[in-house]
């Protein structure tokens, strides 16, 4: 499957669906998971919708003992040597903004 290719909606579907896959491969109900996970059946059934919170879908992937795929599913990112050198050091707290455009100079009157 292309993620790329997908909407957020149909990505979020997608995701529930494993989720799903992957408590019935575990022969769990939804209420057995939702009990181990410490969250509601509704947010289960959210969940396998593709309509969770993030909280709530990490404690369930906690739950159904798949938490070791977050490291495929993202993988921790590094800051780059070059990112580094231009912060000198510092850890990054955030984006920078785009750079504006400057102005274009205004021109000299020819007299």
């Known amino acids: 499957m292309v ?12 995701l529930g669906d494993r989720i799903k ?4 491969n575990a022969n769990l109900t939804q209420k057995a998971v939702a009990q181990k996970a410490g969250v509601s059946l509704k947010a ?6 593709g309509k969770s919170t993030l909280e709530s879908m990490v404690a369930i992937l906690i739950a159904l003992e798949i938490t070791e795929q977050l490291n495929a599913f993202i993988p921790k990112q590094e800051i780059s040597p070059v990112q580094l050198i231009e912060l000198k050091g510092k850890e990054r707290k955030r984006a920078a903004s785009p750079t504006k455009h400057k102005p274009a100079k205004e021109e000299t009157p020819e007299w």
């Open 44 to 49: 289960v059934t959210n969940c396998e919708k």
């Open 3 to 14: 993620f790329r290719d997908l909407t957020p909606h149909a990505i979020a579907a997608e």
């Open 21 to 24: 896959t992957a408590r019935l």
